[in-house]
C-alpha cells in the first residue's frame, strides 16, 4: 500500500507527460488500474497536462470503469474546459453497458456545471439544471452553490435569486456567491446589502466573502465603506492574511488613497510577491514612477523576490506614466537577460505607449513592426493615443484602420481618431468618422464625474442641473472662473472642444464639463483638511486640468482625479503627472 500511495502522490504532482508516461509504465508492471483508483489519477492527470488521447485511450483500456471513474473523466474534461466532451461523458455514463447506467452525483454535477460555466453555455446549462432537479440533487447545497454561480456567470440573476431563496440549508458560500452575482449584475450595493444580512443570521466572513466584499466596495467608489471594512478585517482576525491585505492595498489605490495602500503594505510582516506587485501598481497608476521603480529594486536586490510577467507590466507602465524612457528601456531590455522574464504584448504596448508618449512615434511604430507577435489591440491603442497628443494624422489614421480591423465594435477607436482629424481643423475626414460610427450603431459614452460625501456617492455628467445643490455648483463656477481670470491671467482652452462651433459656444460647453461641476461641489462640501477625490470615466480634458491645477494653488487645496488612464494628484499649482497624461 506504501508503494500505491506513493505511487498516487507522484500522480498529483505530476508536471509533465513524459513524466506520467513513465509512471503509468510502472503501474501497468506493478499493479491494478483498481489499487487505490490509480487509473483514475493517471486520466485525470493526463488531461490536466492537455493530453486528451492519451487519457482516453487509458480510460477505454481499463477493465473496470466505474461511477468513480466517469467522474474522473468528466472532471478532466471540466479542468480543460471542454464543455462538449464533459456531455458527451455525461450520456456515455447514464447509458454505459454496465446495466442501466450510472447515475450521476453531486461529483458529477459539480463538474458539469463548471464546464458550463467555463462555456457560459445558456441551453446546456438548463438542460443541467432538469438533470440535477431529475436525480433528486437540488437539496445538495454546493450544487445549488454551483448553479446559482453558473445563472449570475449567464446574466441571468432571477434564477440565481430564485436558486438562493429556495435553499434550505445555505452555508457561508451560498452567501459568498450571491455577493458575487450582485456584483456581476451591476448592483454592487445589493451585495453589500446581501453581506450584511449575512452577518446579521450568524455568518461569520471568510476569506472569500472580504474578497468578494472588496470587490463591491471598489465598484461602489466609497472610500467610508471601505474604511468599515478594513475595521472589520482587523477585528475578524484577517490582517495577516496575505490574500485580502493586497486586495486591501489595491483598493486603497483605487480609490485614490495612495497613502493608505502604503501604510497597509508597510503593515504586512513578510509581504509576497504580489503584495510588492500590487504596491508597484499603485505607485504606477499614480504617476509616481520612481517611487515604483525604488519599490522595484528593493523588492529584488534587498528581499530577493523575483519578479514576474505582471510585476514588468506595471513597471514599465509606471515609466510610460511619468516619461521615464531611459528607465523603461532599461528594464524593457533587462528583464529577458537578468529576470528570465519573456517579453509579452502588454510589455510591448506599454513601451509603445512610453515611446509615444515621450514624442517619439517612429520608434514606437518600429517597435511594432519589430515584434515578434501579431501586435493587440492594446499596442495599436497605445500608439493612436500619442497620435492624438502630437497630432500626428496619418500615423493615427493607420493605427485606427488596424484597430477597426481587430475591436470593429469598440466606439473610442472611431472617437480617437475623430479627435485626431478635429484638432487638425480636417472637419470634413472627422465628420465622415463620426458617420460611419452611426451606421455601425456604435454610441459614445458620456462623460461622468463621481465625488463621495455625506455617505453618499454623487455623479454629475456635462452640463448637469439635476443635483439638489446645482445652483450653488454654478455660482461656485463662476467665483472660480472669474478668480482664475483675475488672479492667474487664466483664459479657456477651447481648443479641447472638438466641434465645429463658435468660439462662445466651446467656452460654455467646456464650462460645463461634468469634472468642473464635481470640482466645484467638492468645493463647498468637503472639508479644507480633507482632499477633494473625484472619479471619471473618461480622460481628462487639458482644460479640466488646468483648472484643476489653479482650484489647487487659489483654494490651497489637494484635489486627487482618477480618469480612464490615471491618477492626477494636485497640489499648489501642478500635477503629478507633470502635464504628462
Same mark, same amino acid.
Request: hydrophobic share 40%; proline share 2%.
Given at each position: 500500500? /506504501?508503494?500505491?500511495?506513493s ?6 504532482s ?7 508516461r ?11 488500474y ?22 482516453? @485511450?487509458?480510460?477505454?483500456?481499463? %477493465?473496470?470503469?466505474d ?24 450520456? +456515455? ?6 446495466? *442501466?447506467?450510472?447515475r ?43 448553479l ?10 432571477? =434564477? ?22 450582485y ?29 468578494a ?40 489605490? @483605487?480609490?485614490?488613497?495612495?497613502e ?20 508597484? /501598481? ?35 507602465? /509606471? ?7 531611459e ?29 509615444g ?11 511594432? #513592426?519589430?515584434?515578434?507577435?501579431? %501586435? ?13 497628443v502630437y ?19 469598440d ?24 458617420? *460611419? ?8 459614452? =458620456?462623460?461622468? =464625474? ?8 454623487h #455623479? ?11 445652483? #450653488?455648483?454654478?455660482?461656485?463656477? +463662476?467665483?472660480?472662473? #472669474? ?14 472642444? *472638438? ?24 468645493l ?13 470615466? *473618461? ?25 480612464? +488612464?490615471?491618477?492626477?494628484?494636485? =497640489? ?10
Amino acid at each position: 500500500m /506504501a508503494n500505491v500511495s506513493s505511487l498516487i502522490a507522484s500522480i498529483a504532482s505530476c508536471v509533465s507527460v513524459f513524466k506520467c508516461r513513465s509512471l503509468h509504465c510502472k503501474v501497468v508492471k506493478t499493479l491494478s488500474y483498481r489499487h487505490g483508483f490509480i487509473g483514475d489519477q493517471l486520466v485525470r492527470c493526463y488531461l490536466r497536462l492537455g493530453h486528451e488521447v492519451c487519457a482516453e @485511450k487509458l480510460f477505454d483500456e481499463m %477493465p473496470e470503469r466505474d461511477l468513480v471513474s466517469w467522474n474522473s473523466l468528466i472532471s478532466g474534461y471540466s479542468g480543460r474546459g471542454y464543455l462538449g466532451k464533459s456531455l458527451e461523458a455525461l450520456s +456515455k455514463m447514464m447509458r454505459s453497458e454496465v446495466g *442501466l447506467g450510472f447515475r450521476p452525483n453531486e461529483v458529477t454535477f459539480l463538474s458539469i456545471i463548471s464546464a458550463c460555466v467555463h462555456g457560459k453555455s445558456r441551453e446546456e446549462g438548463r438542460c443541467v439544471h432538469g438533470l440535477v432537479m431529475k436525480y433528486g440533487v437540488l437539496e445538495e447545497v454546493k450544487v445549488v452553490n454551483a448553479l446559482i454561480n453558473w445563472y449570475g456567470k449567464v446574466g441571468d440573476l432571477s =434564477s440565481s435569486c430564485k436558486l438562493f431563496e429556495d435553499l434550505s440549508v445555505k452555508n457561508v458560500v451560498s452567501w459568498n456567491t450571491m455577493i458575487v452575482v450582485y456584483l456581476q449584475s451591476g448592483l454592487a450595493e445589493e451585495g453589500l446589502a446581501c453581506f450584511n444580512v449575512s452577518r446579521r443570521v450568524g455568518n461569520k466572513a471568510d476569506q472569500a466573502a472580504f474578497l468578494a466584499l472588496l470587490r463591491v466596495c471598489e465598484a461602489i467608489g466609497a472610500v467610508k465603506v471601505a474604511q468599515g471594512i478594513h475595521g472589520m478585517i482587523l477585528c475578524c482576525g484577517f490582517n495577516a492574511n496575505m490574500c485580502i491585505t493586497t486586495a486591501l492595498l489595491d483598493l486603497y489605490a @483605487k480609490l485614490g488613497r495612495l497613502e493608505d495602500s502604503s501604510k497597509v503594505f508597510l503593515e504586512m510582516t513578510s509581504p509576497d510577491s504580489m503584495a510588492w506587485t500590487a504596491m508597484i /501598481a499603485a505607485y504606477a497608476t499614480h504617476g509616481y514612477g520612481r517611487d515604483a521603480i525604488k519599490h522595484f529594486e528593493l523588492m529584488v536586490d534587498h528581499y530577493g523576490i523575483s519578479p514576474d510577467h505582471v510585476t514588468f507590466t506595471h513597471l514599465l507602465s /509606471a515609466c510610460s506614466h511619468s516619461g521615464l524612457v531611459e528607465e523603461g528601456k532599461h528594464y524593457f531590455e533587462t528583464m529577458l537577460e537578468r529576470y528570465r522574464v519573456e517579453p509579452r504584448l502588454d510589455h510591448y504596448s506599454c513601451m509603445v505607449d512610453l515611446m509615444g508618449r515621450s514624442g517619439f512615434l517612429q520608434d514606437a511604430y518600429g517597435l511594432i #513592426k519589430e515584434m515578434p507577435m501579431e %501586435p493587440s489591440s492594446g499596442v495599436w491603442g497605445a500608439l493612436l493615443g500619442a497620435c492624438r497628443v502630437y497630432g500626428d494624422t496619418k500615423l493615427g489614421k493607420e493605427a485606427a484602420e488596424r484597430l477597426f480591423e481587430l475591436e470593429p465594435c469598440d466606439g473610442r477607436n472611431y472617437i480617437m481618431l475623430s479627435n485626431i482629424y478635429s484638432a487638425s481643423g480636417q472637419w470634413k475626414e472627422a465628420s465622415i468618422i463620426r458617420n *460611419l460610427m452611426k451606421q455601425k450603431g456604435l454610441v459614445r459614452a =458620456s462623460g461622468c =464625474s463621481y465625488i463621495e460625501h455625506g455617505n453618499k456617492i454623487h #455623479k454629475f455628467v456635462v452640463g448637469d442641473w439635476s443635483h439638489p445643490e446645482s445652483e #450653488k455648483i454654478q455660482k461656485k463656477l +463662476k467665483e472660480i472662473r #472669474k478668480k482664475m481670470e483675475n488672479e492667474l491671467g487664466y483664459k479657456s482652452r477651447t481648443e479641447f472642444v *472638438l466641434h465645429d462651433v463658435d468660439e462662445d459656444v466651446k467656452e460654455e460647453m467646456i464650462n460645463q464639463h461634468s469634472e468642473k461641476l464635481a470640482m466645484a461641489f467638492g468645493l463647498l462640501v468637503i472639508s479644507p483638511m480633507e482632499p477633494i477625490i473625484i472619479r471619471k470615466n *473618461l480622460r481628462i480634458c487639458g482644460d479640466c486640468h488646468e483648472t484643476a491645477k489653479a482650484i489647487s494653488l487659489m483654494e490651497k487645496r489637494r484635489l486627487i482625479i482618477r480618469d480612464s +488612464k490615471r491618477f492626477h494628484h494636485f =497640489s499648489e499649482g501642478s500635477c503629478s503627472c507633470r502635464d504628462y497624461w
